[in-house]
């Protein structure tokens, strides 16, 4: 199994400002995930984060908009741009466990952005 | 590209009854693994129970279990003895086994929300 510590847990921003969101995982892995989930809304994926490259974005998401750090095996960070309110979600980080024959995607806490 | 569709945005059930949520998906692979995924107020995403595609059985963790149509590409899950600490937003979800640049990647549904009265 894994364990994501994610923060902040959640945050009131203003409109054109920044946040970076943290995700710490308790083992080493090879790739990272991040997700949105509008109000109400299912999960989408923004992009992959890969140690030592730069993060792979699904069609629709932007690096200057969700820029991603990947410094190390256990650690990444998503940054939010310029938000408006249509930013206002919760953002989730994932990573991916196998364990003999199983597969299973772990998730931090999640981070609720609400922008004002 | 697959999809994933649940279609019934909200469900009830009476403590102690039996309910089942249902989701459909669409791909063109064969081999994938498929969840259920619970996610109570407090955001956590929480693993409810998974299965494999190549395996035929369905797969059963204490209360929860699945009827998996791989020909129908049919996965829904079967919940009994409902507990009022089932009450949340259920996904249905969708990972490509195979390696490569969708490894790990998952598609969610749009979710069911499950209220489970006293």
């Known amino acids: 199994s894994a364990v994501i510590s994610q923060k902040p847990s959640r945050d009131i921003c203003q409109r054109g400002t920044s946040l970076t969101i943290q995700c710490q995982v308790d083992?080493?892995?090879?790739?990272m995930f991040w997700y949105r989930q509008q109000p109400g809304q299912s999960l989408t994926l923004i992009a992959t984060?890969?140690?030592?490259?730069?993060?792979?974005?699904e069609s629709g998401f932007v690096i200057d908009k969700f820029p991603i750090s990947r410094p190390n095996l256990t650690f990444s960070t998503l940054t939010v741009s310029n938000m408006s309110p249509e930013d206002s979600s919760i953002y989730l980080c994932?990573?991916?466990?196998?364990?003999?024959?199983?597969?299973?995607?772990?998730f931090g806490q999640g981070t609720r952005l609400t922008v004002v | 590209a697959q999809t994933v569709t649940q279609s019934q945005p909200e469900m009830s059930v009476q403590e102690a009854e039996t309910v089942t949520l249902s989701c459909t998906y669409d791909?063109?692979?064969?081999?994938?693994?498929l969840f259920w995924y619970k996610q109570p107020p407090s955001r956590q995403m929480i693993l409810v129970i998974r299965?494999?595609?190549?395996?035929?059985q369905n797969a059963t963790e204490n209360r929860f279990s699945v009827n998996f149509q791989k020909a129908a590409k049919s996965f829904s899950l079967k919940i009994s003895d409902s507990q009022l600490g089932d009450t949340a937003m259920y996904f249905c979800?969708?990972?490509?086994?195979?390696?490569?640049?969708?490894?790990?990647?998952?598609?969610f549904g749009q979710g069911t929300i499950l209220t489970v009265h006293p």
């Open positions: 994932s990573v991916v466990g196998t364990g003999g024959a199983w597969t299973e995607a772990f």
């Open positions: 083992s080493q892995v090879t790739m």
């Open positions: 984060a890969n140690q030592g490259s730069e993060a792979t974005y």
């Open positions: 791909t063109s692979e064969n081999n994938y693994y």
């Open positions: 299965q494999e595609a190549y395996k035929q």
């Open positions: 979800a969708f990972m490509n086994r195979a390696g490569g640049t969708s490894y790990g990647k998952l598609t």
